[in-house]
């Protein structure tokens, strides 16, 4: 992929945002491209250590750093954002609800903690062959300290939420990663990895971890990262986010976090101040 660098500012007007709303500048970088068979998401030099929960047993409270009060806010947004898509683009469709999964933040907070997912101040996927397969969104921000429900408040402008409207320019469109020209998820992949009920790989859970202390950008400054991740994965190429029709979806076939043998793209944004990073 090409790198895509660009500096925009953003001022906080707190939605879902906790506390008092500072000014803060936001980059974005691309989603990774669509599911390709034998292919995974490369982290740099750096080994990878942490991309799944060393725990085999169910982790307690939210199973990562984040606490429970973000934890219920980041569901209720999630939520909220899948009620309205269901609405606008399939009137018949019944949501279906994610709810937190204390492994799959285990998982999080693992990719958070590893130094391979902020590796030169930038934003590196973890592996999807061995990460579960699950979907992954990422962000980062510089100063501390961590603010996670920044990338659920949409009156943020680079904010997971703030890429509504080009997804609703799009209309719900099929993710064309495979296409020789395919751009369209890049405006929206983190968006709709939030709304993801395409019964192809239905998302009914999601857990994020945060880490405070990792470098953010090239300029040598300090910060914290975010990562979501989500089972079943979402943005699989050549599906829509909401199905068409009116059919309710299915449940999933089972609550194993186990690989579905679906590769998803999985998408990342990053916040470096007034230079965005540009990442493959």
């Not at 000014?23 to 995974?40: C, I, K, L, N, R």
């Not at 999630?78 to 609405?87: L, V």
């Not at 204390?102 to 958070?112: F, G, I, N, R, T």
């Not at 320019?169 to 099929?174: E, F, L, R, S, V």
Request: net charge negative; proline share 10%; hydrophobic share 40%.
């Amino acid at each position: 992929m090409k790198p895509n660098s660009f500096a925009t500012a953003a001022a906080l007007a707190g939605l879902i945002m906790m506390g008092p709303a500072s000014p803060v500048a936001f980059g974005q970088g691309d989603p990774a491209p669509g599911p390709v068979a034998g292919t995974v998401d490369a982290v740099g030099a750096v080994d990878a250590r942490g991309e799944t929960c060393s725990s085999s047993d169910l982790p307690p409270g939210t199973g990562s750093q984040i606490n429970d009060a973000d934890a219920a806010a980041i569901v209720r947004a999630h939520n909220d954002a899948r009620r309205d898509a269901a609405r606008k683009y399939n009137p018949g469709l019944t949501a279906t609800p994610v709810v937190w999964d204390a492994k799959v933040a285990c998982d999080a907070q693992a990719w958070a903690d590893d130094p391979a997912s902020s590796a030169g101040g930038g934003l590196h996927h973890s592996s999807r062959a061995t990460n579960g397969n699950q979907g992954e969104n990422l962000l980062n921000s510089s100063p501390g300290p961590a603010r996670p429900l920044i990338a659920f408040d949409p009156s943020v402008s680079f904010s997971w939420m703030a890429e509504k409207p080009e997804f609703d320019a799009d209309n719900n469109a099929p993710v064309n990663s495979g296409a020789a020209d395919g751009t369209n998820y890049k405006a929206w992949g983190h968006y709709s990895q939030i709304v993801w009920m395409n019964p192809a790989s239905l998302t009914t859970k999601v857990g994020c971890g945060v880490k405070d202390g990792v470098p953010v950008g090239n300029s040598g400054a300090t910060g914290w990262i975010l990562v979501c991740r989500y089972f079943e994965a979402g943005n699989i190429n050549g599906q829509r986010a909401i199905p068409p029709g009116g059919a309710p979806v299915p449940p999933p076939q089972s609550p194993s976090t186990a690989s579905s043998g679906v590769r998803p793209a999985m998408a990342k944004q990053n916040d470096n101040l007034l230079t965005a990073l540009a990442v493959d």
